[in-house]
């Protein structure tokens, strides 16, 4: 591809928000390329594997515009009911336990519990078959400049690419961030996140079950069948000393962690681990550059909002581009990217400092918060409309 190729945006990085973007832009005929260092024109759906994400409704609505989300269903499964048990003596008669059920504030379910690879494949196969799209896989971005019209991207195998405006979806570390001199706040939890899926004998019946103990929250989340994934959370040594065991020790470690809540359970994925860490950057746009995803903000996994976010992030941008583009604006000028940071500031920033004490309030064994953490919940299991209150602003976009 030579620095001739016209498209309207550039979208550096292919994981879930990206791929999604490009297919929403696609709608209304807007070109873009998507430059990502996997394969992504030979993804194809095969069986889950890692991890899997918790996606609301929010989500699940955008999901459906990109035409995706009928394929990929079959693979994930309804959160009907949260269970969080605090269990931070490990004893079973001292466990606090309450059901957060859906049903409760008018839902049939809180979200959909999907396989990662599975819907990034559905989302790089669309992507490819359609034409507005352009996948360039195996490449990755090293740089970038711009002028007053536009961006031209360097990628690493000699070629470069020009469109109005850069979209970063390139993760945490996104090099376009950097690159664009994007300043982060940043905070290192010292926990990592063991993630695997499990076979188990019992049914989950829709429940995702989430233990606080003193190492982190383990949390049971439903695929379908009698399979789950595990979101394991330790204190970095500890899920290294985990990470090393022989699978037979390891899964029986899991075996002991689940509680026998459901069954004998075996291992169906190879366990990886994921250190735990939370971003935020300062702003979300640059000259000619847009931030989305976790280029913009990371977050623990508690409360499984990460990609929730992202989509949103992706939702809003496309509709701030397709309806300049309508207008005959440029689509990478000061003002659609200053939409762009000030529609999305608020939702990034409360998702981003209440994930953050919340994380800091379930990890922390000084008995203030913890019992602070014990009496909360407890409170919350009694009083119903504290219980709704709750469930209404988990799900609050
Ligand atoms: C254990 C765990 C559980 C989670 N569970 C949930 C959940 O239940 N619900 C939820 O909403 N969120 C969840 N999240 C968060 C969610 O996984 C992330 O928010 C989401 O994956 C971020 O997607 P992303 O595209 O920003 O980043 P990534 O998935 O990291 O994608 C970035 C892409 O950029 C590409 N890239 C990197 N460098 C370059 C380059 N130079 N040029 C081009 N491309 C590049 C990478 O190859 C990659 O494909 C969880 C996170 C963790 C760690």
């Known amino acids: 591809m030579s ?33 990502d260092p996997a394969p992504l024109s030979q993804f194809t759906i095969s069986s889950p594997e890692g991890r899997t994400s918790a996606l609301m409704q929010s989500s699940i609505a955008v999901l459906k515009q990109t035409g995706v989300w009928d394929m990929t269903l079959p693979y994930g499964a309804p959160l009907e009911i949260l269970r969080i048990i605090d ?10 336990e309450t059901n957060f059920p859906a049903c409760n504030i008018g839902l049939d379910f809180f979200g959909i519990n999907m396989p990662n690879n599975i819907l990034r494949s559905a989302l790089a196969i669309a992507a490819r078959q359609h034409k ?5 896989g195996s490449s990755r971005l090293t740089g970038f400049s711009t002028d007053d019209f536009g961006v031209t991207v360097n990628l690493d195998d000699g070629t470069s690419l020009r469109a109005p405006l850069l979209i970063a979806a390139d993760g945490r570390e996104s090099p376009v961030r950097e690159k664009s001199g994007i300043a982060c706040w940043h905070h290192d939890y010292g926990q990592s996140a063991i993630t695997c899926l499990i076979h188990h004998s019992s049914s989950h019946q829709n429940i995702s079950t989430e233990f606080h103990r003193p190492g982190g929250p383990f949390t049971l989340v439903p695929l379908p069948g009698n399979t789950s994934s595990v979101v394991w959370v330790e204190k970095t040594a500890d899920a290294d000393t985990f990470m090393a065991l022989s699978r037979h020790n390891f899964t029986q470690a899991l075996q002991d962690r689940t509680d026998s809540r459901l069954g004998r359970i075996t291992l169906s994925s190879d366990p990886q681990s994921c250190p735990l860490i939370a971003l935020r950057a300062r702003n979300f746009t640059a000259r000619r550059v847009a931030l989305v995803a976790e280029a913009a903000h990371v977050l623990s996994p508690l409360g499984a909002q990460g990609l929730n976010l992202s989509l949103r992030d992706v939702d809003c941008l496309a509709k701030i581009i397709i ?8 689509i990478g000028a000061q003002s659609i990217l200053a939409t762009y940071e000030k529609q999305r500031r608020s939702d990034i920033w409360v998702r981003s400092i209440s994930t953050d004490g919340l994380t800091r309030l379930v990890s922390h064994n000084h008995r203030p918060l913890h019992g602070l953490r014990r009496t909360g919940l407890k409170t919350i299991s009694m009083i119903e409309p504290l219980k709704v209150m709750a469930m209404q602003q988990g799900m609050a976009v």
Not at 87 to 96: A, E, L, P, Y
Not at 132 to 136: E, N
Request: with cysteine; charged share 10%.
């Open 87 to 96: 269990d931070s003596f490990g004893n079973k008669t001292q466990q606090i």
């Open 323 to 330: 309806k300049a583009a309508q207008t005959g604006m440029d």
């Open 132 to 136: 507005a799209t352009t996948l360039c």
């Open 3 to 35: 620095k001739s190729s016209s498209h309207d945006v550039i979208i550096s990085g292919g994981g879930t928000p990206g791929l999604t973007l490009a297919l929403l832009l696609a709608q209304t005929g807007l070109r873009s390329v998507v430059i």
